[in-house]
């Protein structure tokens, strides 16, 4: 039954992980393209990323509760319910991606004063402003992806995420590079082939919805469902909002991490985005379990069926064990070989490389505590893990990861044990709480 449940969790998963690997492989690219003109503009990317990466995290975790409802919805066959909870959550989260995106804008001067390279910053400050307005379009369009994963339909933005790696890749071989008489710009033109490539999936995937006849039942009723209720917001804000929490603490944990490496030096912290984005890209595999065991779990919660949630919640476990430890031997493995993707210089390869091995020590409760929490949400409970996971980063990890990295004099290699000991941490009571709540 479990190794059944375990197939159904992966078919559904396994176009989630296709475009959640396809956006990591496109940042990835932006990141091996700049590299590849100085570490200096490698580092002024990883500072932008680091610095973004909380609030964008938090506007992700907001789009996270039209999924969890539109599924719970569907889950009764109430396709009336269905369509008042994706025009709400759709309002909702263009709120908030114009509020994100607006701050990040306007607040960029703060890069002046983390302590960073001064030439690193001089770099930074004008591609944060260019990454901060393509927030607007990325969310956007992550809200209408949440809206078809939660019904099941997830090819079609498989479909467009992968559309928009060769496009994004070939943008930044104009832009980046200054090929066919396009002005050479360097680490900007990074920053305008990720706004353009996210602009165009955006509107390619509201077309669909709008017009294709998959989705016909849902646009139909818009006359009537099309509203805005407070009661309705209040409800996805239920989820959004300790969804936006987790995720915004982790991803807070790794950025200001991050930000902590960037005072010990360029080269410290090229190493720790090398190390950082091969591990993200791992975890995007996590997080689509997580996604796609989150929905089976909210539609069997829309019917009542427990047998059912602990079922889909017990072999999706079993399955995140797996992919942990296959990742921790392949970062093993290719410890040596990985950094060679991102940068040539020697001091860099040679940290990041120890670093991959940090890395593979947490493969797997990074795997399994994105899993406990996508399942504890399926099941709208949200509280109490959120506290779970501000003890794991914020009392546990990032203390303990300082401590070691300045007053043991360890560096990035003594944050990296910090992080390893808050994913540990995290992992064991996600899982404890679900399965004491399924029992």
Request: with cysteine; hydrophobic share 55%; aromatic share 10%.
């Amino acid at each position: 039954m479990l190794r059944k449940e375990a197939s159904n969790t992966l078919r559904l998963a396994f176009p989630i992980i296709i475009g959640e690997l396809a956006q990591m492989a496109l940042h990835i690219i932006d990141t091996a393209m700049v590299g590849a003109i100085s570490y200096k503009q490698l580092a002024a990317a990883s500072l932008v990323i680091n610095s973004l990466n909380i609030p964008f995290v938090i506007g992700i975790g907001m789009t996270i509760s039209v999924s969890q409802m539109v599924s719970m919805a569907h889950g009764r066959r109430d396709s009336q319910l269905v369509s008042h909870y994706f025009f709400n959550g759709f309002i909702l989260c263009t709120i908030t991606a114009i509020l994100i995106s607006a701050l990040l804008v306007s607040g960029r001067s703060v890069l002046y004063h983390l302590k960073q390279d001064p030439e690193v910053v001089e770099l930074a400050v004008p591609f944060m402003k260019l990454m901060g307005m393509s927030i607007v379009p990325m969310l956007l369009f992550m809200t209408l992806k949440q809206f078809t994963d939660g019904l099941e339909f997830t090819k079609t933005a498989m479909v467009l995420s992968l559309c928009a790696l060769p496009l994004n890749t070939f943008l930044n071989w104009l832009l980046i590079y200054g090929n066919w008489g396009f002005p050479r710009l360097e680490l900007l033109g990074a920053g305008w082939a990720t706004l353009i490539s996210r602009t165009i999936i955006f509107i390619v995937l509201a077309t669909v919805i709008l017009w294709h006849p998959t989705f016909r039942r849902y646009v139909a009723v818009r006359k009537s469902q099309w509203v805005l209720r407070r009661k309705t917001i209040r409800d996805l804000l239920h989820i959004g909002i300790p969804s936006s929490l987790q995720i915004g603490m982790e991803a807070g944990a790794f950025a200001v991490s991050g930000i902590i490496i960037g005072t010990i030096g360029a080269v410290a912290q090229a190493s720790h985005q090398i190390a950082l984005s091969c591990a993200s890209f791992t975890f995007m595999v996590s997080m689509g379990l997580a996604q796609a065991g989150s929905i089976r779990v909210s539609n069997a919660f829309g019917r009542g069926d427990w047998p059912k949630i602990g079922e889909i919640g017990k072999s999706t476990l079993i399955t995140a064990l797996i992919y942990g430890a296959i990742c921790a031997a392949g970062f093993t493995i290719f410890r040596d070989q990985l950094p060679l993707l991102f940068n040539k210089d020697n001091n860099v390869i040679l940290l990041a490389s120890t670093l991959l091995l940090f890395a593979a020590v947490f493969q797997v409760s990074d795997s399994t505590q994105a899993i406990g929490a996508g399942l504890l949400r399926g099941i709208k409970d949200v509280r109490r893990p959120t506290i779970l996971v501000a003890v794991a980063y914020w009392v546990i990890g990032l203390p303990l990861g300082y401590l070691l990295a300045f007053s043991f004099d360890l560096g990035a290699q003594g944050m990296w044990i910090g992080l390893i000991a808050g994913l540990s941490f995290a992992s064991f009571f996600l899982i404890t709480r679900f399965l004491k709540m399924t029992r």
